[in-house]
């Protein structure tokens, strides 16, 4: 007299992005190229961007010349300074693990800075 039940998976089972399977970010992938605008494309720059997008609007707003930043050129912008700060990131790992360290240090993004030509508007600026 043995019964199955079929359990369901309880909401601590899923990710948080609320799937299962689905890996994060497939959602704003397929609706993200549709050319929407308004709010519901901002929520879905909002989750492409790792950097708050509302700082990054601030600090755009500090510069007299800009009057006003569209949401999409502030997007822009998050994006371009999360792949530099990722491209300089990977290129001053190499010298930390040259020192075999795993952290990073101001010496390893001197040397980084140094050595790589497109850093080269960067030298100075640590001092």
Not at 23 to 52: F, I, Y
Not at 82 to 104: C, H, N, P, S, W
């Amino acid at each position: 007299m043995a019964a199955t039940v079929s359990v369901a998976p309880v909401e601590s089972d899923l990710d948080r992005s609320g799937t299962e399977d689905e890996p994060r970010g497939t959602e704003a992938e397929e609706d993200g190229g549709n050319g929407q605008t308004g709010p519901t494309a901002g929520a879905q720059q909002n989750r492409l961007a790792k950097l708050p997008l509302s700082r990054i609007k601030t600090l755009m707003k500090a510069d007299p010349d800009v009057s006003l930043a569209s949401q999409e050129s502030v997007f822009i912008i998050a994006k371009a300074t999360e792949l530099f700060v990722e491209m300089i990131a990977k290129d001053a790992l190499v010298y930390a693990q040259q020192g075999k360290r795993k952290t990073l240090q101001r010496k390893d993004l001197d040397n980084a800075i140094e050595a790589i030509d497109e850093f080269a508007f960067l030298e100075g600026t640590l001092d």
